[in-house]
């Protein structure tokens, strides 16, 4: 069985701040793994994806994460926030069940930015 | 455009009425999925769908039904609405279905059952 645990469901910084959310990640086989950003009133979508390749991933504005094995996590990290970053962000573990992408998602973790 | 669109955007109904609720996609791909949001819990899967004529539950069909009338429409219907059935909920597309790949979100149906 796979999970995702995101520690904290609200997180406040301030603006120009560091930005840190947490996941960890339960999984039988390598992981890929997502971060997915929900600004208010819109659908998911993605900020990067783990697959394998690089350990350090680079997303969309300014975010990046990095995978450790050894301590099963996958941060979400942006060295300096700002107020357009205020959104709900979730992480997610992907696997292959029966030819479909089964995807878990965390419970989310709304990030407020303090002017 | 809004590859990934949904109607209505909200719904306020009654205990046991029928709902449908509408998706469709220009991204031109094959698998399509219905998620329901609840605080705290995150996105669960209710049905997923690889083409017209596949269809499979997910995790929490139970009270839900789908139809995949074409490639670009897939509707998701509570044939006898119930209050524990308000929540946000998603409808997604992704171009495979290896682990690897991204899902598109619509833009979210609020529905509110009284």
């Known amino acids: 069985a796979q999970s995702v645990t995101q520690l904290g469901s609200h997180v406040s910084v301030s603006e120009g701040a560091l930005v840190l959310l947490r996941c960890n990640y339960s999984?039988?086989?390598?992981?890929?793994l997502f971060w997915y950003v929900q600004y208010p009133n819109q659908g998911l979508q993605l900020l990067l994806k783990?697959?394998?390749?690089?350990?350090l991933v680079k997303g969309i504005n300014g975010f990046e994460a990095e995978f450790k094995k050894s301590e099963t996590s996958f941060h979400l990290t942006k060295p300096s926030a700002h107020m357009r970053d205020a959104a709900e962000y979730f992480c997610a573990v992907t696997k292959n069940s029966g030819g479909y992408q089964k995807v878990t998602f965390g419970t989310g973790t709304k990030l407020q930015v303090i002017p | 455009d809004a590859d990934v669109t949904q109607t209505p955007r909200n719904r306020i109904t009654k205990t046991g009425k029928r709902i449908m609720l509408e998706c469709s996609q220009t991204k031109g791909h094959d698998r399509m999925y219905w998620y329901r949001q609840d605080p705290g819990l995150g996105l669960r899967l209710i049905y997923y769908s690889f083409d017209v004529k596949d269809i499979n539950k997910g995790e929490i069909s139970d009270g839900y039904s789908v139809s995949r009338q074409a490639q670009a429409k897939f509707s998701l219907s509570l044939e006898s609405a119930i209050p524990n059935q308000t929540a946000l909920y998603f409808c997604?597309?992704?171009?495979?279905?290896?682990?690897?790949?991204?899902?598109?979100f619509g833009p979210g149906t609020r529905l509110t059952v009284l």
């Open positions: 997604a597309t992704s171009d495979g279905g290896t682990p690897r790949d991204e899902q598109f």
């Open positions: 783990y697959t394998s390749a690089a350990t």
């Open positions: 999984s039988s086989v390598p992981p890929y």
